[in-house]
């Protein structure tokens, strides 16, 4: 008998020895702002990128390069991080939120028998989750697309946020509290694209490279299924994106606004612009993902070495 109850025993103690949800969410959340701090040049650098060219004007940057050195000789290296502060409370509300979202509905829908929800489900609950996180994050990203696009601006446009907060609490003041989701839809839709899209890339890409006998079940072959997948899911969502940007961006003219919706977004666009402008900042927007991911790993597994470490150790 004593020594059946042992293993239980231990069995409860070693399953009890886990970090609470609260922590996991937390630690998702800081990893995925200590990943922004090394990406966000390149995400002032795809937000200028889609904006140069704006309402058939002469393209202010003519590739991803120029658009780095430009903003490096005009503003130093402060200037390329314009904008981190909305960046890290966006990573803090989106990623945070996305998380917690998605471990409740998937615990919700595991089966009575721990049987996890299927590949369809699992797609679901992902784009649920993505698009609320979204939702949530959607001030931030208004913050963080005005205080990247200000270097661009003369002088007397320039809105001249001092950090993230000051920007909310201005934008509030100044455009009202619903302007805080202004671009809300495109930027949950963006969501659901991205996490559709990355999905069905990557089973389909890691399937093609076995298929193809040169690779095994391996690191490899994941990171490569992972790069091939980030360039379907950054050419399926730059669209999305781009009309995110110009309407989050946009100012009232004569009491109007420069955009009626989205679709507008996109028809002035392509007439302009032409149809490939729709991809403008596509090399930094592709350049960002993997970093991006890779980091937020690295950081969310020292995270949880630490915790167990200090916590759950002994």
């Not at 658009?67 to 402060?78: D, F, N, V």
């Not at 502060?85 to 990573?91: D, F, K, P």
């Not at 998605?102 to 989750?129: C, H, Q, S």
């Not at 996180?133 to 001092?162: S, W």
């Amino acid at each position: 008998m004593a020594a059946t109850a042992s293993p239980g025993a231990g069995g409860m103690d070693a399953k009890a020895r886990t970090s609470p949800k609260s922590v996991k969410f937390l630690f998702g959340g800081l990893a995925g702002m200590g990943a922004t701090v090394f990406v966000q040049p390149l995400d002032l650098v795809k937000n200028r990128m889609q904006l140069s060219g704006e309402g058939a004007k002469t393209r202010e940057y003519k590739t991803s390069f120029h658009a780095l050195t430009s903003i490096l000789r005009a503003e130093g290296l402060r200037g390329i991080y314009t904008g981190l502060s909305a960046g890290l409370l966006r990573q803090a509300t989106y990623t945070t939120t996305r998380l917690g979202i998605y471990t409740v509905l998937f615990e919700r829908l595991t089966g009575a028998d721990g049987t996890p929800p299927g590949f369809l489900l699992k797609a679901v609950i992902g784009m649920t989750a993505g698009a609320t996180g979204a939702f949530v994050g959607t001030p931030a990203e208004v913050a963080l697309i005005r205080m990247t696009a200000d270097g661009r601006l003369p002088a007397d446009q320039r809105r001249g946020y001092k950090n993230v907060f000051n920007a909310l609490i201005r934008i509030v003041r100044e455009e009202g509290v619903l302007t805080l989701w202004r671009g809300c839809i495109p930027t949950m839709a963006r969501a659901v694209v991205v996490n559709a899209a990355q999905l069905a890339s990557y089973s389909q890409s890691k399937q093609f490279l076995l298929d193809s006998g040169y690779f095994s079940d391996n690191i490899l072959c994941h990171f490569c299924a992972s790069m091939i997948s980030g360039l379907v899911t950054t050419a399926a969502s730059m669209p999305v994106d781009i009309v995110k940007t110009r309407i989050q961006n946009m100012r009232m003219i004569d009491g109007k606004p420069e955009y009626k919706n989205g679709l507008d977004v996109l028809v002035k666009v392509v007439r302009y612009e032409g149809f490939f402008s729709l991809w403008k900042g596509f090399t930094p927007y592709y350049a960002r993902l993997g970093p991006h991911t890779v980091l937020t790993f690295i950081f969310l597994e020292q995270m949880n070495k630490a915790y167990k470490r200090l916590f759950l150790s002994g």
